[in-house]
Structures are given as structure tokens and as C-alpha cells.
């Protein structure tokens, strides 16, 4: 029978104390990187395996996080979960996803898992929950982490992009290319990025002179046929449209087969903006502008921030707002 590798193997093959490797999987302490990089290999070639149940009786965690997001197919939110996971691992925490699909009930359902199996903290993307009824989920769980999401009470870590400056940068570079009818594919009616992209889209307009007309914005299930039954249901209406700006590329490339579908030639006739910069971008035809986003750095800096407030929770929360880069291709 193969013998158990012992926190002890570690260290002595490290060259280090057993408080050293501790410190280095309990992600505690001032560890030198290059310390921390040297244990960690040595722990990946022994194939050393905390003892999990010894491990939370001693430190009284679980070194378990949640994930919840939306839609775990939006390849957004797949790229979030992707940086998430890989610095839980580095951490020594697992990851536990749960994929809501949009449906309110069941984020309210993984929140009370969650909280059931007394993960360490959560990293919660794109809540679709309402204030009062997000804090009260919240409240049952000892760490949270936003994600392009903001709660004024109570204060808690939040990483975002900056969903307004996307939606007005969109618009200004719109309207300098001379497109005077803008409509917006403005996603869930539920969706936090999604109002203050609605903003950021209405003071762009009025910062250049133009009412912003209620009839041009029009919500979307934030999905590809979404998009393409929204623009559809756009254009057919509102045929003088020669923009649209969408809540993210998934509906910006349904809206690319809508105009094919109806025989408007994109850009020439409507020039179409997404949100995120999404691998598909650069491979449809014509090739999408968008607003690209780092989302593995969201999950990864969001997993910093989660281990801090687990670790440090006297040191209050924080707040990353990332900026977005317009990203020019054909479709305008």
C-alpha cells in the first residue's frame, strides 16, 4: 500500500518549516512568491493532498468557495469562471459553480446551498435578484464578492467594468461615424450592467444634442436568438434605424443574422456595437466592434478579494472598476 504524502514530506523536501507549507496552503502570512512558487511545485510532484476533514477542524473553514452566475454558455461569464478557478486552486480552495440560467429562483436556490454547506465566501456574478431580497441571501454567508454588481448596504468587495463609460464610448464613436438613429439591445430588465449601460447610452445621446427615444430601447433576453428576435422586432418597427448598439455580443451577432435576414447591409445600411470582445467577435462576418472586457482577470482579482475578505475582513471592502477598450472591427 502507498504511503500517505504528510504536510512533513513537504517541508522536507522544500527545505522549509511545516509552519512555511501551512501558511502556503492556508494562504496566510508573508510568504515570498518565490517561496510560495517552490512549495507549491514540490507539493504538485509529491502529490500531497490536504486532509480536508483535518483541516477544517483545525482551522474551522471548509476551503470551499461558491460561484454563481447567470449563464455558464455566455462564453463572459465561462472566461470569468475560468480565472476563478484557476487562482481557487492556487489558493488550495475548491470552487463550487452554480450556472442560475437567469432564472431568480434558482439563484436563490444556490445561495441557500451555498450558505447549507458553509462555503468560505462567494463570488456572485450578474445577481438578478433585487436589492432588499440580495442582502438578505447574502446576510447567511460569511464573505461575498460582486461582480458587476453593487450593493450600497451592506459595503461589500465589488469588481466591475465600468458599464456606463462602455455604453457612452459605444455611442460617441457611433455618432462620430455619423449614425443618428441609435437604438440599444438593452439585455435583462433585471440586469445591474445593463441599467447603467441604458445610462450611459441615454447621456451620450444628450451630450450630442439627441432625445433619447424610448422606442429605440428595447430589452433582450441576453442570448443569441434573443438578440436576433429583439432586432428583428427593432428594425421591422423602426426601419430608419442605422445603429444599434447590444448588451453584449451574444445579442450583437444575433443581430448581425437579423440584418442579413432582412437584407439590411451591415455597416452600410445599420452598424452594430456589442459589449465584452468575446472570442465569436473577431470570427463572424462582418467581424464585430465591441467594448472588450478582461473577464479572466475579473475571476481571478475577484477570488483575491473574496481570500482577503475571508482572511482580512478588517481591512474593509474594496472596489476594482475596470475600464473598457473600444475595439474597431467591420460591422461599424
Not at 476563478?84 to 439563484?107: C, H, K, M, V, W
Not at 472598476?321 to 460591422?331: G, K
Amino acid at each position: 500500500m502507498t504511503r500517505r504524502v504528510t504536510i512533513a514530506d513537504v517541508a522536507r523536501e522544500a527545505g522549509v518549516s511545516l509552519q512555511t507549507v501551512s501558511r502556503v496552503l492556508n494562504n496566510k502570512g508573508e510568504i515570498r512568491p518565490e517561496t510560495r512558487s517552490h512549495i507549491l511545485a514540490i507539493i504538485e510532484r509529491l502529490g500531497y493532498r490536504p486532509n480536508a476533514l483535518a483541516r477544517g477542524l483545525a482551522t474551522h473553514k471548509t476551503f470551499a468557495l461558491g460561484l454563481v452566475m447567470p449563464d455558464i454558455a455566455n462564453p463572459f461569464f465561462s472566461a470569468i469562471a475560468r480565472g476563478a478557478e484557476e487562482a481557487a486552486r492556487q489558493a488550495g480552495y475548491s470552487l463550487l459553480l452554480f450556472n442560475t440560467i437567469e432564472d431568480p429562483a434558482r439563484e436563490v436556490e444556490a445561495l441557500g446551498t451555498l450558505a447549507a454547506q458553509r462555503v468560505d465566501g462567494l463570488l456572485l456574478c450578474s445577481s438578478r435578484l433585487p436589492d432588499d431580497e440580495l442582502r438578505r441571501r447574502l446576510s447567511e454567508l460569511p464573505a461575498t464578492v460582486l461582480v458587476n454588481r453593487e450593493l450600497t448596504e451592506p459595503a461589500l468587495s465589488v469588481i466591475r467594468v465600468d458599464n456606463e463609460a462602455e455604453a457612452r464610448c459605444a455611442v460617441e464613436f457611433l455618432l462620430s461615424r455619423a449614425r443618428r438613429t441609435i437604438a440599444f439591445l438593452a439585455g435583462p430588465v433585471a440586469s445591474h450592467g445593463g441599467s447603467l449601460r441604458a445610462l450611459g447610452y441615454r447621456r451620450a445621446l444628450e451630450a450630442a444634442g439627441i432625445a433619447c427615444d424610448p422606442t429605440l430601447v428595447r430589452p433582450c433576453i441576453p442570448h443569441l436568438d434573443g438578440g436576433r428576435s429583439a432586432a428583428h422586432a427593432l428594425l421591422s418597427a423602426r426601419p430608419d434605424v442605422d445603429a444599434v448598439l447590444c448588451y453584449n455580443d451574444l445579442v450583437a451577432v444575433g443581430a448581425l443574422q437579423a440584418c442579413a435576414e432582412m437584407g439590411r447591409r451591415v455597416p452600410e445600411d445599420v452598424a452594430v456595437v456589442g459589449c465584452d470582445d468575446i472570442m465569436l467577435a473577431a470570427l463572424v462576418t462582418p467581424p464585430l466592434t465591441t467594448m472588450r472586457s478582461d473577464q479572466r482577470r475579473m475571476g481571478d482579482e475577484g477570488i483575491g478579494m473574496l481570500l482577503r475578505a475571508i482572511n482580512q475582513p478588517e481591512a474593509g471592502p474594496e472596489k476594482i472598476i475596470l475600464q473598457p477598450e473600444l475595439v474597431v472591427r467591420a460591422s461599424a
